[in-house]
């Protein structure tokens, strides 16, 4: 996936990966404080031209959103928005735009927060649950089983 990016390497400079792997991803999280995915529309796309079909490229973001679930790193993920534009006149085109909704819901459902960016103004869609008191986190001896 492009744009994999290194944050905090001991120079102090970023790495970069042109990778679609997701192996790729996996493999970096434990090595990495941020991995930036930049963006799911490409990704997406160029699943497509490689021939994927759909099943494969929603079994892909199911895995990427569990990269997202476990919390192993911060991870941004970027995409574009889709289905409130024009309408594809093309079969392909509508594959695309319904495909990449698809990934986008899987990716928003795993993740913390979800922002949507109008004009240059951050709007929230999403916002990270608040973090338990820090008595009551994972303490449950209290609690009758």
Do not use: Y
């Not at 192996?23 to 990704?43: A, F, H, K, S």
């Not at 085109?93 to 928003?108: C, E, M, P, Y």
């Amino acid at each position: 996936m492009p744009g994999i990016g290194r944050s905090g390497p001991a120079n102090g400079s970023p790495s970069r990966s042109r990778s679609t792997s997701l192996g790729t991803c996996r493999r970096l999280v434990p090595q990495l404080d941020l991995i930036v995915v930049d963006c799911l529309t490409v990704w997406v796309a160029n699943l497509l031209d490689r021939g994927r079909d759909d099943a494969a490229v929603l079994s892909d973001a199911d895995e990427l959103a569990a990269v997202l679930g476990e919390r192993g790193v911060s991870l941004i993920v970027v995409s574009n928005e889709v289905g409130e534009g024009v309408h594809p006149p093309t079969e392909i085109g509508l594959r695309f735009r319904d495909l990449l909704g698809a990934v986008n819901q899987r990716i928003a459902a795993a993740a913390d927060r979800v922002t949507l960016m109008v004009a240059g103004i951050p709007v929230p869609i999403k916002r990270a649950a608040p973090e338990p008191p820090r008595g009551e986190r994972g303490d449950r001896s209290h609690e009758a089983p």
